[in-house]
């Protein structure tokens, strides 16, 4: 009986532990190989939300084009991405054709697009709220009022409402992170400049 209690004991405490777990994310160095294909902004615009690009590039490489169609549309339902179904063709087109079983007989990324996505995806660097919204695609994942994949604006908004936490509120934008807001893990957009993820930072908290 008492090694039964002790048994029991210990089960308790890991389970304790586990509870208190909270998983810090190393900053994302993986990029997306670039292309002239319309479909790479789209892919980093659209996948980059909820995976590493290593997710692409480990897929195996004689994967057909409907093997990449099948994985882009199980991402929209039922684990509830949120592009549109017109943007299916020329994501699959890219990946085929940049990961998969076409790769050989698709033109290679210019030299001069060889970037890294923290160069080739911030093309709005400065610009308004809703323009970096837009370009990082954040409303993949986010809504103004209600939650999506992650947080509602006005969720995050209610939480440090009377703080002044927009570097706070920015540092997680850049850095990215998990267990404030459920499961899914936020991807870092480390691409972004301090004062881009200020002015996301400033939008999110006035809603």
């Known amino acids: 009986m008492r090694i039964k209690m002790l048994f029991a004991a210990l089960a308790l405490s890991a389970a304790g532990g ?6 810090h994310l190393p900053p994302e160095t993986a990029t997306y190989t670039p292309s ?3 479909g790479y ?9 909820c995976h590493a690009a290593q997710y692409a590039s480990s897929q195996p490489p004689a994967s057909a084009r409907a093997y990449w169609e099948a994985t882009v549309k199980k991402m929209k339902k039922p684990f509830g991405a949120q592009f549109a179904d017109e943007d299916v063709p020329a994501m699959v087109d890219y990946l085929v054709k940049t990961y998969g079983a076409e790769r050989s007989a698709a033109a290679v990324a210019a030299p001069a697009l060889r970037k890294t996505a923290a160069a080739a995806v911030p093309a709005a660097a400065g610009k308004d709220a809703k323009t970096l919204l837009a370009a990082n695609g954040c409303m993949a994942c986010h809504a103004i009022d209600q939650k999506v994949v992650g947080p509602g604006f006005a969720e995050v908004a ?4 009377g703080k002044d936490n927009v570097s706070a509120v920015a ?3 850049r850095q990215g992170g998990s267990g404030k807001w459920g499961p899914v893990p936020m991807p870092p957009f480390s691409q972004l400049s301090d004062a881009d993820a200020a002015t996301l930072a400033k939008y999110v908290l006035s809603r």
């Open 18 to 23: 586990a509870c208190a777990l909270e998983i």
């Open 158 to 161: 209610a939480r440090y409402k």
């Open 41 to 49: 902004q789209l892919v980093q615009r659209n996948c980059m939300t």
């Open 171 to 173: 540092a997680h934008i």
């Open 36 to 38: 002239e294909l319309p």
